[in-house]
């Protein structure tokens, strides 16, 4: 039987609506718009609905044991809040299934993720939450969508993989925006020449390119470093090469016009271990990314935490909106893991109950059916990471990052918030301890 237009789009708000009181437990941060006034287009005939029962799986392709590991653990801690939750909903709305959440290591690596997605799709396993590093999703991307298996990843950020009518979510913005955003923290900083040490596969070339193009609209000079393999370990030969540049750089210009960029992730933490024993390198101001912010390795051991926290290594990272579930999300990780999460703990958090809430509207555990309505439920649904839409490809559409930098107090090494960028204005608000210190 066909369904009026305006009646299918009102059970599209209804459902979501009953969805995100129930499942978030909070009540509503905003109010759906009326049906005149959506801006989306309204839905014409829906399918009858099939319904739902059993135990529907969502894999989890998280990094526990590489180069993302701390990120890794966040959003496992994540899930395993959001997975309690929406089965409580469930229950709660007389449902007959639940959701199940699988979770496999990747070890940040392309193969591997490969490897376990292919098995999550001979296990009938078809909505995924990661991998997280753009790598990753690189090397899964033409298998998920060839074979139907909806991804969302919390923390891919390259712009490469922007790319519409794939299988591919991405609940991150791309760093053509971090790109901005680290760029005014080195001009804020007084930095004229900058120097970048890069990671060198999908994510850090894109985020590589994006800072030194928006820095050099800023009149920054741009000087390539080091580009090194992302299983490398050891750095002595690159550091090596990155004080001389450096030392030649502030010998012409002067120490407080020179700066560092480093993009990567747990390795920076090798890379500061070496630089330490350069005095040059200690006289710049460093600036990090995604990739490093809020990290436990920095601020782990002593030597790291001290060259960190002596260069004022400021790290951008996207920043979850106002939400009533952020405060809940990360009191739960603090307490579990004994540290602040980052903002790809609550976009995984979002990433399953926005798969939960579109199942529930199309009743059915269909990944084609579940992906037309995805950007739909997104839009309407008040997330752990804040309010947001999707763009074109699936990704983030906007978002403001904050900065976050290691500090030593009272003899303890801890990441603190240095300020926030703002995405409207393209400048950065300082914290008040920021500005005042000596």
């Not at 007084?190 to 596969?201: N, S």
């Not at 010998?251 to 024993?277: H, I, T």
């Not at 600036?287 to 809020?294: K, M, N, R, T, V």
Request: aromatic share 10%.
């Amino acid at each position: 039987m066909s369904m009026p237009a305006n009646r299918a789009y009102t059970l599209i708000i209804v459902a979501l609506v009953v969805g995100i009181i129930l499942g978030y437990a909070f009540g509503l941060a905003m109010q759906p718009p009326a049906a005149e006034e959506a801006p989306v287009e309204t839905p014409g005939e829906q399918p009858p609905a099939v319904g739902v029962s059993g135990t529907v799986t969502v894999g989890a392709l998280l990094d526990l044991s590489g180069g993302l590991a701390t990120y890794g653990e966040n959003s496992q801690k994540a899930l395993e809040l959001a997975q309690e939750e929406i089965n409580a909903w469930l229950e709660a709305i007389g449902e007959d299934w639940q959701i199940e959440v699988r979770v496999e290591d990747t070890q940040v690596k392309p193969d591997i993720a490969l490897s376990k997605i292919q098995t999550f799709n001979a296990q009938g396993i078809k909505f995924v939450i990661g991998p997280m590093s753009s790598g990753e999703v690189k090397e899964i991307r033409e298998f998920a969508t060839n074979n139907k298996i909806l991804v969302i990843s919390p923390s891919s950020t390259s712009p490469a993989l922007a790319i519409p009518n794939d299988y591919i979510f991405r609940f991150c913005p791309t760093d053509l925006l971090q790109g901005p955003a680290a760029a005014e923290i080195a001009f804020e900083q007084g930095i004229e020449h900058l120097v970048i040490m890069w990671r060198g596969d999908t994510w850090g070339d894109g985020l590589k390119e994006s800072m030194a193009e928006s820095a050099q609209e800023k009149g920054i000079m741009v000087h390539e470093g080091p580009r090194y393999n992302p299983d490398q370990e050891e750095f002595t030969s690159e550091v090596a090469t990155l004080a001389d540049t450096v030392s030649q750089l502030v010998n012409q210009f002067g120490a407080d016009k020179v700066g560092v960029a480093l993009l990567g992730f747990r390795e920076v933490a090798a890379v500061f271990s070496a630089a330490s024993g350069y005095d040059v390198l200690t006289q710049v101001k460093w600036i990090g990314s995604d990739g490093s912010a809020l990290l436990g390795d920095i601020v782990a051991d002593n030597t790291v935490a001290e060259f960190a926290a002596s260069v004022e290594f400021l790290n951008p990272i996207f920043a979850p909106g106002e939400s009533p579930f952020n405060e809940k999300l990360r009191n739960f990780i603090e307490q579990e893991l004994g540290r602040t999460p980052d903002a790809y703990a609550f976009a995984s958090y979002d990433a399953l109950w926005a798969i939960a809430l579109s199942i529930q509207y199309v009743q059915d555990a269909d990944p084609e059916k579940v992906k037309e309505i995805l950007p739909m439920t997104v839009e309407r649904m008040v997330g752990a990471s804040g309010v947001f839409q999707l763009d074109e490809n699936g990704d983030r559409a906007n978002a403001d990052y904050d900065i976050y930098v290691p500090v030593i107090e009272n003899g303890q090494a801890t990441w603190k918030k240095a300020g926030t960028w703002l995405f409207t204005t393209g400048k950065i608000v300082w914290e008040d301890w920021w500005l005042a210190r000596s």
